[in-house]
């Protein structure tokens, strides 16, 4: 008599032969999941990918626990979000994991697309899979951008004007488009509703049929072996060589590689869940009211670079830059594999590769910090909240004093700061008599110029005299005043005539 | 899987004639084509009301007659406003819909320059649409996201907006001061219908905007 062991065995399968011949599904994907990959890419810079389709998966069940309870409609989403935060047991943990997984997969995708760039697996024959890995980067920002519009906050409100803002600028359609944008002429109801249907079905659908057609790809060519410096791709016999390579040197994706794909996956997931509990969920931020303009929009972490660009570009090129150049960032990434799909992978012996992966990770780094305290933009409160330091008042007559209290009054504070403190806007006047003169500074305050409004309008005749008395006293540490160079040669040549050379009846005259 | 199924034409139950199987499949394959030509046209049918339903939006439900989208807001008697003074106002957009919430609200900045003289600025920044604020002391609006600056008429101060702060059309009737409003201002839907016999993007660099100015100083 068999035993209990054998004939659980003998049952479990009969089972699985019932489910197999009906299915036909778990034998090929056994065997696609056991193919022989080369020893050489088991490796832990080949775990990105992977991290990236399991952290969507997590958005995916987040997102849907999320959906039980919120409202996509702007009279109740913010209200719905505050009930998932204080009064839906764990609400506020789901939000959170949503929230941060979100940031985790900007991330996890960017290194994926860096070390792919890098390691040239971009080229032959993976050029397609390169492509549609452009579509899901794109998709993924899309899904943080209709995603941030969901927590239907101040930010995501003027989030979303400054989105119909952007659309405004394109020639012709402008009108159209700016409606198509809000669903209506005006942000409201309709336009969370859009961008609640991007964000639930259409994006995530795109984004789950190209990840499907991307992994499909990457099982279909095999993952890119390690790239040597000296062994190019050429297209005639890089599909042979890597099948010699598989061969010689293969080992079975699941489990021998495998198994650092799923140890960083659950370390991205745990780190997830950490970062989820430790700082909880993003907002929301005040309520989607408008006429509440007491208010200093920013986007998610993933757009300050751009909000950081948006500040710097000049008027005049403003709108051709934002309209052309995401275009042909965009074409640039799609036909990189087109151009440069065969020759040296190994980043060794591409330097320009390396130069450039550096230049924009260095240009994003900084547009985001800057972005993170945006020294562009006036404090708003500066002019109440930050006194006159008062080492710049000691010994100061009362009319310097008196400038001092024009300074606060006019709200030039909130541009410029005084002993590190107030806006970023225009320079801090700790110094400027150090570097401008009497004459110069009061130009500048009347007639503005650079970047400074004029204040000839504002100020009277009095407080101008108050102001400029004050701000000659802010000279730095021991500097000098600054002097005009042409006033003494002026003196020199037309005032300072020597006094012998001057006749006495002249001299007597004067 | 498709090695369990045989090609049509080896058939074993077809009893035809070589000829008569290629006959039938000349045919069977016409008749396909006929059914691809036949879902286009019902494609194309069904488009059109989907196509027409996704770009309503874009569709000018003109209410206003010639102001075009929008219709006339009082903001209250006109002795609300002090000659001279710039003021914040409410009001709900005459757009206002189903489900809007608090967003149907809008804000605008109101000023009033003499007795029967207003200005009434939107309150998005010219640059992208950010609420700017009124600075009495300074007589600035400043904009909150960019730096963006405007003078107590509109008019570009500084800062990356390329145009001066949006005005409405306003009119006073019986004591009290209307607006139209009825869409977002932007470059391209601008909150007053006069501008929109102008270009649609303006760009003044600061520096041409200056002399234009009465010179301030001497005002």
Redesign the interface.
């Known amino acids: 008599m068999a035993s209990l062991k054998e004939r659980g065995t003998a049952a479990g399968l009969i089972v699985f032969n019932w489910v197999e011949s009906r299915l036909?599904l778990i034998k090929p994907t056994v065997a696609a999941a056991t193919h022989p990959t080369p020893s050489s890419n088991a490796s832990w810079w080949y775990v990105f990918g992977s991290a990236a389709t399991v952290l969507l998966m997590l958005q995916i069940a987040t997102g849907v626990l999320l959906a039980l309870i919120y409202s996509p409609?702007?009279?109740?989403a913010w209200s719905s979000l505050n009930f998932l935060n204080h009064n839906v047991a764990l609400g506020w943990y789901v939000r959170a994991l949503h929230g941060w997984g979100s940031d985790f997969m900007i991330a996890i995708v960017l290194i994926h697309m860096v070390q792919v760039f890098l390691f040239g697996a971009f080229k032959f024959p993976r050029e397609l899979t390169w492509i549609f890995g452009v579509f899901l980067l794109l998709l993924t920002l899309g899904m943080a951008f209709t995603g941030q519009v969901m927590r239907f906050d101040q930010d995501a409100?003027?989030g979303l004007?400054?989105g119909?803002?952007?659309?405004?600028?394109?020639?012709i359609i402008?009108?159209?488009?700016?409606?198509?944008v809000?669903?209506?002429?005006?942000?409201?109801?309709?336009?969370l509703?859009r961008f609640f249907t991007l964000h639930v079905f259409v994006i995530p659908g795109l984004l789950l049929a190209m990840a499907g057609l991307h992994i499909w790809m990457t099982l279909f060519h095999g993952v890119s072996d390690w790239p040597m410096p000296g062994r190019l791709v050429n297209k005639a016999t890089y599909q042979r060589e890597y099948h010699e390579l598989a061969e010689k040197t293969g080992i079975p994706f699941v489990p021998d590689a495998a198994w650092k794909d799923a140890v960083f996956a659950a370390a991205i997931i745990f780190s997830v869940m950490a970062v989820a509990f430790f700082f909880g969920p993003f907002g929301p931020g005040g309520?989607?009211?408008?006429?509440i303009?007491?208010?200093?929009?920013k986007p998610d972490f993933a757009f300050l670079w751009i909000?950081a660009v948006?500040?710097f570009?000049?008027?005049?090129i403003?709108?051709p830059v934002m309209l052309v150049v995401p275009v042909l960032a965009i074409a640039g990434m799609l036909i990189l594999p087109l151009v440069n799909g065969e020759g040296e992978r190994h980043w060794a012996k591409r330097p320009i590769a390396v130069l450039m992966v550096a230049v924009i990770a260095v240009s994003l780094g900084i547009f985001t910090r800057l972005g993170t305290y945006t020294p562009?933009?006036?404090i708003?409160t500066a002019?109440t909240g930050d006194p006159v330091p008062p080492q710049y008042l000691h010994g100061r007559s009362p009319l310097e004093r008196q400038g001092a209290l024009v300074l606060q009054?006019?709200?030039?504070r909130?541009?410029h700061s005084l002993d590190h403190v107030g806006g970023q806007?225009g320079p801090a006047l700790d110094d400027v008599a150090s570097q401008l003169t009497e004459d110069q500074i009061i130009r500048q305050v009347?007639?503005?110029g650079g970047?400074?409004?004029?204040?000839?309008?504002?100020?009277n005749p009095s407080q101008t005299k108050a102001l400029t008395a004050f701000l000659e006293t802010l000279r730095g540490p021991d500097l000098a005043p600054a002097v005009d160079a042409s006033r003494k040669l002026a003196n020199t040549s037309e005032m300072l005539v020597p006094p012998a050379s001057i006749p006495p009846a002249q001299r007597a005259s004067r | 899987m498709p090695e369990f199924l045989k090609h049509p034409g080896e058939s074993s139950n077809d009893s035809l004639s070589p000829e008569g199987k290629a006959a039938a499949h000349s045919r069977r394959s016409f008749l396909f084509k006929l059914s691809l030509a036949l879902n286009g046209v019902v494609g194309a049918a069904l488009a059109v009301p989907i196509v027409g339903y996704l770009l309503s939006p874009t569709m000018k439900k003109s209410s206003g007659g010639d102001l075009g989208v929008g219709a006339w807001v009082g903001l209250g008697p006109v002795t609300d406003f002090p000659v001279g003074e710039t003021r914040l106002v409410d009001f709900v957009s005459p757009v206002k819909s189903l489900g809007d919430g608090e967003t149907g609200k809008v804000a605008c900045w109101v000023r009033r320059i003499s007795a029967q003289q207003f200005q009434v600025f939107a309150i998005n920044c010219a640059h992208l649409g950010c609420p700017v604020r009124w600075f009495s002391e300074s007589k600035l609006f400043m904009c909150p996201c960019h730096g963006g600056a405007y003078y107590e008429d509109g008019s570009r101060a500084s800062g990356p907006p390329e145009r001066g702060l949006f005005e409405y059309n306003y009119k006073l009737s019986n004591g009290t001061l209307t607006i139209h409003a009825g869409q977002l201002p932007t470059l391209a839907t601008q909150a007053s219908c006069s501008e929109k016999s102008r270009p649609l993007v303006q760009i003044k660099p600061a520096t041409e905007n200056t002399p234009a100015r009465s010179t301030p100083w001497q005002a």
């Open positions: 036909g409609s702007a009279n109740e409100y003027w004007g400054i119909a803002s952007i659309s405004s600028r394109v020639p402008g009108a159209p488009l700016v409606h198509m809000l669903g209506g002429p005006t942000l409201g109801g309709a336009t509703s309520p989607p009211d408008p006429t303009i007491q208010t200093a929009p909000y948006l500040a570009l000049p008027p005049s403003e709108t562009w933009s006036p708003m002019w009054n006019k709200q030039c909130n541009c806007r009347l007639q503005g970047n400074m409004p004029a204040y000839g309008n504002a100020l």
